[in-house]
């Protein structure tokens, strides 16, 4: 009877430091992750941003959330992670070009927008650019892509492997155009 008593409190004894030390992994795991992980500083939902010069408006962005990341990071971003709408407006404050996409982040010193997942940009004279990424370089006035790009105009609709333009779209240069196809004014 003593055997098994003592064989008991050895079994005890062992659960009991299983279990501290299991309690203390975990407590260094959790640690561990919240060093990795970066909360953002600032978070927004239903969000409307407005920009404007010398009171004209210049842009109206729209995104159902927003994260800032301002500390802990290299460069301060702000991320769409549940997509984005943007209307560009001319000098005189009317519509020129509409751009939304599935996700975005913005980079706040580069000054530079990238935009992914079904995207399209649609300009004032309703030429359609649609593709899987795409950088809008604010400071160069500049829309680059690398990834695939289909343009839809009136009469045609052309396909590529890159593509660089100006930001509001008007003029574009498709890199490897891969194909072509005309459309005929009956089929519109």
Request: net charge neutral; aromatic share 8%.
């Amino acid at each position: 009877m003593i055997l098994f008593e003592k064989i008991q409190l050895l079994f005890i004894s062992m659960v009991t430091a299983l279990l501290f030390v299991s309690c203390e992994t975990d407590r260094n795991e959790i640690m561990a992750l919240g060093k990795k992980n970066v909360m953002p500083d600032l978070t927004g939902k239903d969000v409307t941003m407005l920009y404007s010069d010398s009171t004209i408006l210049k842009i109206k962005l729209q995104t159902p959330q927003m994260q800032k990341y301002e500390k802990d990071v290299k460069e301060p971003v702000t991320i769409m992670p549940k997509g984005l709408f943007v209307v560009f407006y001319d000098e005189k404050g009317k519509e020129a070009t509409t751009l939304k996409a599935d996700y975005g982040v913005r980079y706040e010193l580069s000054k530079r927008m990238e935009v992914k997942y079904n995207v399209e940009v649609i300009n004032v004279n309703g030429e359609k650019l649609n593709t899987e990424h795409l950088i809008w370089d604010e400071k160069k006035k500049k829309i680059i892509s690398d990834a695939f790009v289909k343009i839809t105009t009136a009469k045609e609709i052309i396909m590529g492997k890159g593509l660089e333009a100006n930001q509001d779209f008007t003029q574009y240069e498709i890199k490897e155009i891969t194909g072509s196809i005309r459309i005929e004014d009956n089929q519109l």
